[in-house]
C-alpha cells in the first residue's frame, strides 16, 4: 500500500481499539504498528477486568473487521491474567508509556501468535474467572516460545448468560438476620437452659461469610435487655502463636485500657475489673500476664510453669464468679486461629462450663476440627447457604429507599451463591454503582486474586471499592494492612507521614465504605479490617519493596514510641523485622519471643517462635557468630519440641542432631554442648537406638565432669540410668540413677528444666521402675509416690504429667487394676491438655490393660491398639515390646491366643533387631504361657520359653521377672508330677524377696508353693 494510506488504516484501527478500550476500562498502554499493549486493572481495578478484556477482544474483532479500508482486515487478540509490577512512565509526549513486568504479558502475546485470524484466545487462569460468561472452545494445549510446559488455551466465541461464581468470605456487618430464625431460636433455647444454670456449649460453624459473626451479634440484640455478662474473645490470624492473645484482648477492653494510660491507672483499672472475690495473689498474675508491674502485691516465687497453672486457675475463678453473680454469655471467635495456649484454657472452660449459668458460643470455619462434640451440655450447629428467597430478602434490606428491579436483585442472589457477605458485597457494589449500566455489569463480575487464599471475585470487588476512595484512602488501607488485621492511629499516623487532615479524611472513607471499623476517636482511635481478606487484598496491592519499608518502619515505631508492646510482644517486632528483610533484628526478637513462651510453658509457640528464628537465621550470611546464635536458638527449641511432639519425634531428633553438628564445630564443653548431646540421647533413646544413646550419654556426662557442673552431671547419670533400663542392665541403671538423686539440690536454679524440658523428679520415678524389677516392690512404690509429690509441687506440666505414666507403669508391672487406671487417666487428662502426644500415648496403652484386667475385654483391646499407633505416629519404638506383651496377654484373656502368640512373635522380632532388653524375660514367659493356651500338649517348648525367661532374668539381675517365670514353669512342672524339681526351683527365688508379699506375684508364689509342700 502507499505509506500515507497504510497510515490512515493504522490510524482509524488504532482509534477503533483506544475507544473500545476506553469504553470498556481498560488501559492502553503501547502501540507497537500494527499491535498494541492493553491493560485491564490497571491504573484502576474493577470487579470485572477479565469480562471486560474479553468483551473488548470480541468486539475489536468486529469492529476492526468493520472498518472501510482498500483491503480487509482481520484481528488476532490473546488474553493472559496474572500478578505484574507497572513500571515509571518511559518516555515523553506521545511516546510516554508504562513499562510491564512479569509473566503475563509474555504469554498474552504468545497467545495471540497462535490465534485464528478474528478470534480471541485466552489462557487458563482467564478462563478460571469468567465462568460461564462466554461460549468458549478449547484449543488445545500448545508449546509456547518462552513458556514452560504446554499451555492450556481456549477460544471465546461469544457472550452467554452469567452464572454465580462467587466465594465465601466472612463479614461482619450488621444487616438484615435473615433465614437464620431456626438457628437464632436454638441459641436462645440454649440461654434458657443456661439462665437455670445448665451451661451450654455451641460450636457454631461454616464457611466465610456464611454469617457466623451475624448470628452471634443478633443473639447479643436479643438479650440486649436482659441482665447477664458479655464475654467476647477474638482470635486473630497474626497471633496464633501469641499465647492468650483473645484472652489478653478481652481483657484490655473489658478494662477499658487506653493508650495514653500508665502503669498505675492500669493496674486501677483491673483492680476494677477484677471481681470482688479476687484475692490480691490472683490481681497479680493477671497484672503480670498483661505486662503490668506487680509491685503491689507480695512477690510471687513460682516457677513459670506453675505462674501459668495459677494463672489458668485465676482465669477460670474470675469466669466462675461472673458467671454466678449473673448469668453469663460467652463468644469465642475464629477459632481456626486461636493459639495453643487459649485452646487449652478454652478446653477448661467448656468443661467448667456444664455447673455455671454460662452460655459460651464458638465460631470457626470448617477446616477446624472441634474435639468437643459428643460430650452432653455441647450443640454442634452448622450454618448453611440461604435460599433465593431469602437471600432476595436481605438485598431488599440492604438496598433501602433505593430499591433495586425485581430482575437486578434475582441476579445478585443467583451471583452470590447463597453466601450472605457475597449478597451483601454485591448489593452494595451495585447499588453505588446505579444510574450506570455498565458499572452495574462491572459489580456483578470478578477478576483475578492478587493474594492466595483471596476468592477472586471478593478480591475484586473489595480492590475495586478501595479504588473508588481514592489514592490516599487506599495508602492508608494499605499501610493499616501491613500492620495487621486490626491497628491503631498512634501507630498509623507516624507511619503513614500524612497531616491529621488527610489522615482522618481517608479513615472517614474507609470506615463510610464498611471496610474498616472504627472504635474511639483520633489520636485514641483503633481501626479493624471487617474481615482478613480485605486485609490480605490491602497488603497484597503493595509492591514487595514498598512492604518491606513498611514493616522497618512499623517496627522502628513500635520499638521507639510502644516499648511495653515490644515488652509483651516481641513476636510482633519479630514479624515486621522479618518481613522488612532485616534478618539480625528479626532473630533477636523471635529468640525473646520464644523464651517468653517457654516462661508459660506455652510450648507449641515457644517452638515456632525459635523456627522462625532459625529460618531468618539461615538467611543471613554465614560466620562463626551466625553458627553461636544458631546453636542458641537450636537449643532453646528442643525442650518445646519435645514436650509437645514427643522426645522421638523426628522434628526434635533434627533440632538436636543441628545443635549437636555447631557445638560440636564451634562450642565444645559449653553448656550448650551437653544440652545438645542430651536432647539427642534423649530421642535416640526413644527411637530405640540404646547403642548410640549409650555412647551420647557417655559423652554428655565427661563433658558435664569437665565443666564441674554438679547440675549437669546429676542430669548426665540420669540420662545414662534410663539408657541402661532400656537395655534390661538394672544394676547399672540403679547405680547412674542413684548417684544423680544424691547430687539433686533442691536450692538449683532450674534452669536446666526448661532445658531438659523435665524437672528432675522423673529420675525418682524412673529409680522405682528399676528398683521393682530388681525385686523391690515397696521401695519402687515409695519411690515413685515421692516423684508424683515432688513433680506435682513443682508445677512442671511435663513433669508431672510423665512421673504419673511411670506411676501407671509401675502399677501394672505390680499387676493393680484400679491403681493403673488412676494414674493413667491422670497422665492422659494432663497430656491432652497440654498436647504431649508421646505421654498421651503410653496413659492410653496402659489403661487398656486396667480395663481388661477390670472385665472390659473389647474397650480395652482397642485402647492398647490406638495408643500403639499413637505412640509410633511420634516416632517412638523404645516401649514396643513392652505395649505387645500387654496386647497378647489381652488377646489371650479374651479368648484369641492364636493372635496373642502373633503379637508375642512380633515383640520378640523387635527385641531381636534393637536390642532393647528389658522386657525381654516377660516376652518369653508370656510366650510360653500362649503356647499352652493354643496347644495344651506343647510342654517342651512352653518349658523351653519359662527356662529362657529366668536364664534371661538372672543374667540382668531382674528378680520381679524371675520370680513370675519360675512361678510359671513350676506350675508346669507341677502339672507335670514333678512337684519336687518346681519346688526346689520356686523357693529360693521367693525367699529373696524381704518386701512386697501383698503384691500379686508374691501371693501367687506362695500359694504354690504352699500346695507344693503338701
Known amino acids: ?44 481495578a474493577h470487579e470485572d477486568d477479565a469480562e471486560r478484556a474479553v468483551r473488548a477482544g470480541l468486539e475489536l474483532t468486529a469492529a476492526v473487521t468493520a472498518l472501510k479500508a482498500s483491503a480487509p482486515l482481520q484481528t488476532r487478540v490473546g488474553i493472559a491474567t496474572g500478578l505484574v509490577v507497572v513500571g515509571d512512565l518511559i518516555g515523553s509526549g506521545e511516546a510516554q508509556e508504562r513499562g510491564i513486568v512479569g509473566e503475563t504479558p509474555n504469554l498474552a502475546a504468545r497467545l495471540q501468535g497462535i490465534a485464528d485470524p478474528n478470534t480471541v484466545v485466552i489462557a487458563e487462569a482467564t478462563r478460571k474467572l469468567l465462568g460461564s460468561l462466554f461460549e468458549l ?222 452460655l459460651l458460643v464458638l465460631t470457626f470455619r470448617p477446616e477446624f476440627q472441634a474435639p468437643w462434640t459428643g460430650l452432653s451440655h455441647v450443640t454442634s450447629l452448622t450454618l448453611s447457604r440461604l435460599d433465593p428467597q431469602n437471600g432476595a430478602a436481605m438485598v431488599s434490606f440492604i438496598a433501602g429507599e433505593r430499591a433495586l428491579p425485581e430482575a437486578l436483585a434475582a441476579k445478585i442472589v443467583e451471583r452470590a451463591d447463597g453466601v450472605p457477605l457475597f449478597v451483601e458485597e454485591l448489593a452494595r457494589a451495585v447499588i453505588e454503582a446505579q444510574g450506570s449500566r455498565e458499572g452495574v455489569e462491572r459489580a456483578l463480575s470478578a477478576t483475578a486474586p492478587a493474594a ?20 490516599m484512602a487506599r495508602e492508608v488501607a494499605q499501610i493499616g494492612a501491613v500492620i495487621g488485621r486490626d491497628f491503631t492511629y498512634e501507630l498509623l499516623a507516624p507511619v503513614a507521614g500524612r497531616s491529621e487532615a488527610e489522615l482522618a479524611d481517608a479513615l472517614g472513607r474507609l470506615a463510610d465504605a464498611g471496610l474498616v471499623f472504627q472504635r474511639g476517636v483520633p489520636p485514641q482511635a483503633a481501626y479493624l479490617f471487617k474481615h482478613a481478606l480485605v486485609r490480605d487484598v ?220 523435665m524437672h528432675f523428679h522423673i529420675y525418682r520415678a524412673m529409680l522405682g521402675r528399676v528398683l521393682w524389677h530388681l525385686g523391690y516392690p515397696e521401695r519402687a512404690l515409695h519411690m515413685v509416690r515421692q516423684a508424683v509429690a515432688a513433680a506435682d509441687e513443682s508445677g512442671h506440666p511435663f513433669t508431672l504429667t510423665d512421673v504419673f505414666q511411670w506411676a501407671a507403669v509401675l502399677h501394672q508391672l505390680r499387676r493393680e487394676a484400679g491403681p493403673t487406671v488412676d494414674a493413667a487417666d491422670a497422665a492422659l487428662t494432663l497430656a491432652n491438655e497440654h498436647i504431649f502426644p508421646f505421654l498421651a500415648a503410653h496413659a492410653t496403652t496402659l489403661r487398656g490393660w486396667a480395663l481388661i484386667q477390670q472385665g472390659r ?82 510342654t517342651p517348648a512352653a518349658e523351653a520359653c519359662f527356662r529362657r525367661a529366668i536364664e534371661i532374668a538372672r543374667a540382668q539381675q531382674a528378680k520381679s521377672w524371675e520370680l513370675r517365670a519360675a512361678t510359671s514353669l513350676a506350675r508346669l512342672l507341677r502339672d507335670q508330677s514333678r512337684q519336687a524339681e518346681a519346688r526346689d526351683l520356686l523357693a529360693p527365688v521367693y525367699g529373696w524377696f524381704t518386701e512386697g508379699f501383698d503384691t500379686l506375684d508374691l501371693k501367687e508364689a506362695k500359694a504354690l508353693l504352699n500346695e507344693l509342700a503338701t
Open 1 to 44: 500500500m502507499d505509506p500515507e494510506d497504510l497510515r490512515e488504516v493504522i490510524s482509524a484501527y488504532q482509534q477503533c481499539v483506544a475507544k473500545t478500550v476506553q469504553r470498556l476500562g481498560g488501559f492502553v498502554a503501547k502501540y507497537m504498528g500494527d499491535g498494541v499493549l492493553v491493560y485491564f486493572g490497571y491504573p484502576h
Open 857 to 938: 475385654g473389647e474397650e480395652g483391646i482397642d485402647a492398647i491398639r490406638r495408643g500403639i499407633d499413637a505412640d509410633r505416629r511420634t516416632g517412638a519404638n523404645i516401649e514396643d515390646s513392652h505395649w505387645l506383651a500387654l496386647l497378647a496377654e489381652a488377646c489371650s484373656k479374651t479368648g484369641n491366643a492364636a493372635e496373642g502368640l502373633r503379637v508375642v512373635a512380633e515383640a520378640l522380632a523387635h527385641v531381636a533387631r534393637t536390642g532393647i532388653l528389658y522386657y525381654e524375660a516377660e516376652v518369653h514367659r508370656l510366650d510360653g504361657e500362649l503356647r499352652l493356651a493354643c496347644d495344651p500338649a506343647a
Open 137 to 358: 472452545d478449547e484449543v488445545g494445549p500448545k508449546d509456547l516460545k518462552g513458556i514452560a510446559g504446554p499451555v492450556r488455551a481456549f477460544a471465546a466465541l461469544r457472550p452467554r448468560s452469567v452464572e454465580s461464581r462467587f466465594e465465601a468470605l466472612h463479614a461482619s456487618v450488621l444487616t438484615a438476620l435473615v433465614g437464620r430464625e431456626e438457628e437464632l431460636e436454638l441459641l436462645l433455647r440454649r440461654w434458657a437452659r443456661a439462665m437455670n444454670g445448665e451451661g451450654q456449649v455451641v460450636l457454631l460453624s461454616g464457611e466465610p461469610g456464611i454469617g457466623k459473626s451475624r448470628l452471634t451479634a443478633a443473639l447479643l440484640e436479643r438479650l440486649a435487655g436482659e441482665p447477664h455478662t458479655r464475654l467476647r474473645y477474638f482470635c486473630s490470624p497474626q497471633a496464633t502463636d501469641s499465647a492468650l492473645f483473645p484472652v489478653i484482648g478481652q481483657m484490655e477492653r473489658a478494662g477499658g485500657f487506653a493508650n495514653d494510660d500508665d502503669a498505675e491507672a492500669k493496674l486501677d483499672k483491673l483492680e476494677a475489673l477484677a471481681s470482688p472475690a479476687a484475692s490480691p495473689e490472683d490481681v497479680a498474675l493477671l497484672a503480670e500476664l498483661l505486662s503490668l508491674p506487680t509491685v503491689r502485691y507480695p512477690a510471687s516465687t513460682a516457677s513459670p510453669q506453675r505462674k501459668k497453672e495459677q494463672t489458668f486457675t485465676a482465669l477460670l475463678r474470675q469466669l466462675e464468679a461472673l458467671a454466678r453473680s449473673r448469668p453469663a454469655l460467652m463468644l469465642f471467635e475464629d477459632l481456626h486461629w486461636i493459639d495453643p495456649s487459649s485452646r487449652e484454657l478454652l478446653d477448661r472452660m467448656i468443661e467448667r462450663a456444664v455447673r455455671l449459668p454460662l
Open 452 to 471: 492466595a487464599g483471596v476468592p477472586a471475585a471478593l478480591h475484586a470487588s473489595l480492590m475495586a471499592r478501595l479504588d473508588r476512595l481514592g489514592p
Open 538 to 757: 490491602a497488603y497484597a496491592s503493595l509492591l514487595r519493596r514498598r512492604r518491606q519499608e513498611l514493616h522497618a518502619h512499623i517496627a522502628a515505631q513500635l520499638e521507639a514510641r510502644f516499648p511495653d508492646s515490644a515488652e509483651a510482644q516481641p513476636e510482633l517486632l519479630a514479624h515486621h523485622f522479618t518481613e522488612a528483610g532485616l534478618g539480625e533484628q528479626a532473630v533477636a526478637y523471635w529468640h525473646r519471643a520464644g523464651e517468653r513462651a517457654v516462661a508459660r510453658s506455652a510450648n507449641v509457640e515457644a517452638a515456632a517462635h525459635f523456627g522462625r528464628g532459625i529460618d531468618v537465621l539461615n538467611t543471613l550470611p554465614e560466620s562463626a557468630a551466625r553458627d553461636e546464635r544458631e546453636l542458641a536458638l537450636q537449643v532453646a527449641r528442643i525442650a518445646p519440641l519435645q514436650n509437645s511432639q514427643g522426645h522421638g519425634s523426628s522434628e526434635t531428633e533434627h533440632a538436636a542432631a543441628c545443635a549437636l553438628a555447631i557445638s560440636r564445630r564451634v562450642a565444645a564443653d559449653t553448656h550448650a554442648h551437653f544440652w545438645a548431646l542430651f536432647a539427642l540421647t534423649l530421642a535416640t533413646i526413644v527411637r530405640g537406638a540404646l547403642r548410640l544413646a549409650r555412647d551420647l550419654g557417655d559423652e554428655a556426662l565427661g563433658v558435664a565432669m569437665r565443666l564441674q557442673d554438679p547440675e549437669l552431671v546429676a542430669y548426665g547419670h540420669g540420662n545414662l540410668g534410663l539408657t541402661e533400663l532400656w537395655f534390661g542392665e538394672y544394676g547399672e541403671a540403679r547405680t547412674h540413677l542413684e548417684r544423680a538423686l544424691a547430687l539433686y539440690d533442691p536450692n538449683w536454679s532450674h534452669t536446666a528444666t526448661f532445658r531438659a524440658g
